[in-house]
């Protein structure tokens, strides 16, 4: 989650929601992996590869290298470019850990620290004496993202009694259909006890009536989504007036489609737009949460294939197209453009779509909005009821 940016902003909304709007105590609970002792060099190179300011050219010179798809560092071992790639992600993710505690310390004032074991869980819920727990919402039932041995965490396995109230909001198993069979039996005794569920995907409604028998999952939003938007230019500071329009590409997993969208945006969008390309390492800086929001704040048009960057178009109401990232999980982006009739915003890797007729294409954002504030209302509902 501390790298994350759409896993940290949901987990700041739903903080705010149940803490401010809901007036409930929030105690966040820092789950992770567990820390193991690492040695003098190794805390030593970690340090010196964060303070490089190619560091991030580096590490995608040497995943590319490692996946043969550069000939660059063909002079390095195999082995070693493996092992100095682990490395560089790992300084990555600390300085994407160091850049975002101001936000968290902000945000999210209430946390536990980390806890790195099932064990560290049940302590610190019982330390905290917690009426409630909720589990919510980026893919937290999605078992191949968890720690190990995590697998029952995530289903408040670790909270054996009765007097805690379980409950999901906007939970997402990453997939249109359960794929971890191995531990469907434990997970169906666990959501049986929650005293409410509710999940992102209208796939996960089917999935918990057909493998778990929980038959009264609700289909809600995602908590990025059930805030006021004002929460967030509280985070990002007042929009920007560029002299120009923008252009946003915020795109994940680069590739030839990808640069092929890109340049056809580009094309259809003409000359009076300037392109931006947002990067969240560049040399030395990685973009902190509010630098992040404020660029959908300033874009005039937004492509992504990231489900939070679609997200935050919607919310900004900023024209986009929303390519569908497969490998990171398809089906929240499906099933969030049903729900607000922009189906139609979302393009697939292999499709070959009339790019300029899109791209001059307006949305309606008073339908968006009206059917907006009806499931806003209804996911209120939902999270009101189950903590009452």
Not at 39 to 60: A, D, F, Q, Y
Not at 184 to 192: H, Q
């Amino acid at each position: 989650m501390h790298t994350n940016y759409g896993g940290i902003l949901q987990a700041a909304a739903l903080y705010r929601v149940l803490a401010k709007d809901l007036q409930h105590e929030v105690v966040f609970l820092e789950r992770g992996q567990r820390k193991w002792p690492t040695s003098v060099v190794h805390r030593t190179l970690i340090g010196s590869l964060k303070r490089l300011p190619w560091l991030p050219v580096l590490r995608n010179q040497l995943a590319a290298s490692v996946d043969g798809k550069s000939p660059a560092l063909n002079v390095m071992p195999a082995s070693v470019k493996r092992k100095l790639l682990k490395k560089a992600d790992i300084a990555l993710r600390d300085r994407r850990i160091e850049t975002h505690q101001a936000f968290l310390k902000r945000f999210l004032p209430n946390r536990t620290g980390h806890l790195g074991s099932t064990q560290d869980l049940a302590a610190a819920a019982q330390r905290f004496g917690l009426d409630a727990l909720v589990v919510g919402s980026d893919q937290v039932w999605r078992l191949d993202y968890f720690p190990s041995n995590a697998e029952e965490d995530y289903f408040f396995g670790y909270a054996p009694t009765a007097d805690i109230r379980k409950i999901s909001y906007s939970a997402s198993f990453g997939h249109g259909t359960w794929t971890f069979p191995e531990h469907t039996a434990r997970t169906r005794e666990l959501i049986a006890q929650f005293h409410a569920v509710s999940v992102r995907e209208a796939s996960g409604v089917e999935i918990c009536a057909t493998v778990f028998d929980r038959h009264d999952a609700q289909h809600v939003l995602d908590p990025t989504l059930l805030v006021d938007p004002a929460f967030y230019e509280e985070i990002a500071g007042a929009r920007s007036r560029p002299s120009k329009k923008t252009f946003l590409s915020y795109v994940l997993d680069e590739g030839p489609d990808r640069q092929g969208f890109t340049r056809d945006v580009r094309a259809a969008l003409g000359s009076q737009y300037a392109y931006r390309s947002l990067t969240l390492d560049t040399g030395s800086k990685t973009i902190d949460i509010p630098e992040w929001i404020r660029a959908f704040m300033d874009a005039d048009f937004v492509l992504t294939d990231s489900f939070h960057g679609m997200v935050f178009s919607i919310i900004f109401e900023k024209k986009f197209l929303a390519i569908v990232n497969r490998n990171r999980g398809a089906d929240r982006f499906v099933s969030l453009l049903e729900q607000l009739d922009l189906r139609d915003r979302l393009v697939t890797d292999a499709q070959a779509p009339n790019i300029t007729e899109l791209v001059q294409q307006p949305i309606d954002y008073q339908r968006v909005k009206s059917k907006l504030k009806d499931l806003q209302t209804m996911s209120a509902a939902f999270l009101r009821k189950a903590l009452d």
